[in-house]
């Protein structure tokens, strides 16, 4: 009888220890698993923030793109200050182009927040005064004396060299920017994304913030 109850006894202990064992590894996978989620999504945010705000994020490569167009409105003085010497240039064309540049200059866009409204608005602003500068260069070509003006033509050197860069760096905004977009777009990076407010990018900022360029004294 009591060899019985000791046997019954030592299996219910026997039955506790595998339950206790049971819950411990039960308890073990389920942090482990938490643990594997927690590293999973860290690395996914990880890699959203690297592609948005990164030394390659599209935040920082728009800094390249807004600084090509600033760079190109610092020389737009210098260069009606040297059209102006020749006083029978058409007035209008350079009216034209000092108040497309204030108004290009007006318009800044904040690359966390560009939506595609404001990126039209920069956009077209700045189309405006690349139409404007044309004009000028268009109706610079009745004049030979101020085609061989030296200022004259190192600054629309200048300007060239800055349009292509103002290209270049526009390419590679949308190219990060596109990248940042396709990440964020697939599953399951959106879910996360959308948990998080990572929202998708515009493709285009001009800030106020650029060298100035030497004047052109007559």
């Not at 728009?62 to 102006?84: F, G, H, M």
């Not at 966390?112 to 409204?117: G, I």
């Not at 060239?160 to 990440?183: K, L, P, W």
Request: charged residues 20%.
């Amino acid at each position: 009888m009591i060899a019985k109850k000791e046997k019954r006894t030592k299996n219910k202990t026997q039955n506790t220890h595998m339950k206790n064992k049971g819950c411990l590894i039960a308890v073990a996978v389920l942090v482990l698993v938490v643990v594997l989620s927690g590293l999973w999504l860290a690395g996914r945010y990880n890699k959203m923030v690297e592609l948005r705000s990164g030394e390659n994020g599209y935040e920082k490569v728009w800094a390249d793109v807004q600084a090509q167009y600033q760079r190109r409105s610092d020389l737009i003085p210098n260069l009606v200050a040297t059209v102006k010497g020749y006083a029978d240039f058409e007035q209008k064309t350079l009216t034209d182009v000092v108040e497309a540049r204030a108004k290009a200059t007006q318009i800044t866009v904040d690359p966390s927040q560009l939506s595609p409204a404001a990126l039209e608005q920069f956009q077209s602003a700045q189309g405006e005064l690349s139409q404007a500068l044309g004009r000028l260069m268009v109706v610079a070509e009745r004049y030979p004396d101020l085609k061989a003006n030296q200022n004259f033509l190192e600054l629309q050197s200048q300007l060239e060299g800055t349009e292509n860069r103002i290209s270049v760096a526009r390419q590679r905004f949308n190219q990060a920017a596109s990248a940042y977009n396709a990440y964020i777009l697939k599953f399951p990076s959106n879910l996360i994304a959308g948990m998080f407010g990572f929202d998708r990018a515009t493709l285009f900022q001009a800030d106020e913030s650029a060298q100035a360029a030497p004047k052109v004294e007559f």
